[in-house]
């Protein structure tokens, strides 16, 4: 189905290129003059339907970002525009093995809260376990927030606070 959509607007995409072109290449004569307003309409056309109809940039996380992430047993992401991919992965390197470390506590069912330092900002990190009714633990769920801007203590990148 969605092959079909991608298909059907491509076409109708094509067709009005053509009839803006020649209608407004057909109003103001097929000169050179005639052709460029055509163009420029059409690319300002374009770019106004991209700009309002497009979906905005797939950015899950940056650094000091306020963020929930709800992710499975393997630390992939479970839902959202990234599901599937590797929750490690969106974070900073040098805070990875740390974080590694906490979700598997919380997916053993334990809560954690751990900061650290990354470009001169505070992130915190609240990672829990996400329990059924019986206390299975099913996912684990990583809050990610954004501290109060701070100069750097040392010369290293990245540091934790338990």
């Not at 005639?34 to 106004?48: F, H």
């Not at 751990?114 to 990672?127: Q, T, V």
């Not at 996400?130 to 954004?146: H, I, P, R």
């Amino acid at each position: 189905m969605n092959h079909v959509k991608r298909a059907l607007s491509s076409v109708l995409l094509a067709c009005g290129i053509v009839l803006v072109f020649f209608g407004l290449s057909t109003a103001l004569g097929f000169t050179l003059g005639g052709v460029i307003a055509s163009v420029a309409a059409i690319a300002a056309l374009l770019y106004a339907g991209g700009v309002w109809f497009g979906d905005s940039p797939a950015q899950l996380t940056t650094p000091g970002a306020d963020t929930v992430i709800v992710f499975d047993r393997l630390l992939k992401i479970a839902a959202g525009p990234a599901s599937g991919s590797s929750l490690l992965a969106q974070f900073p390197e040098p805070v990875r093995p740390e974080l590694e470390m906490r979700c598997q506590l919380a997916l053993r069912g334990e809560h954690t809260h751990f900061s650290c330092e990354h470009n001169g900002a505070r992130i915190s990190f609240d990672i829990s376990p996400v329990q059924t009714v019986n206390g299975v633990v099913l996912y684990g769920v990583v809050v990610a927030g954004q501290g109060r801007p701070m100069p750097a203590v040392t010369p290293a990148p990245l540091t934790t606070v338990a």
